[in-house]
């Protein structure tokens, strides 16, 4: 089985969200998994913003980089330049893409104000898991 990691600086909004998109839209065969170079736990926010869009990631939680999968991965995902720049060397064998997407935490203002944010940021993990998918068949 082919394994992807998705990965982000502490596991709690993109990598979380890509993980929930993927286990549903890649192809069965590949085993999915997302982690952090730090751990800040899932934000309330990520998972209400995939509830929106029929995906429950309540059961996930935010994790550190295992060194062990990630060498076993044949694709790595990179969803933040700190994490790019952060995450261990991989074997050569992996594929490691970069998708530069803003971290939704980091939106000001009151929840509701950064609601428009996570949807934003969701919709675009959605579309590259989907072109993703596309290619990985």
């Not at 050569?92 to 970069?98: F, G």
Request: proline share 9%; net charge neutral; hydrophobic share 45%.
């Amino acid at each position: 089985m082919a394994k992807i990691y998705f990965l982000c600086t502490g596991n709690s909004c993109r990598s979380q969200m890509a993980e929930g998109f993927a286990r549903q839209l890649l192809p069965a065969d590949w085993e999915v998994a997302s982690a952090g170079v730090e751990v800040h736990g899932v934000n309330p926010l990520a998972v209400q913003v995939m509830a929106e869009v029929g995906i429950d990631i309540r059961q996930q939680t935010s994790k550190l980089i295992d060194p062990e999968y990630l060498a076993q991965c044949a694709v790595v995902v990179t969803l933040c330049g700190d994490a790019r720049d952060r995450c261990p060397v991989t074997p050569p064998t992996v594929t490691r893409l970069h998708w530069p997407l803003p971290d939704p935490a980091q939106a000001p203002g009151s929840p509701a104000e950064k609601l428009p944010v996570f949807r934003q940021v969701r919709d675009q993990i959605q579309a590259q898991i989907v072109a993703l998918a596309k290619m990985l068949k």
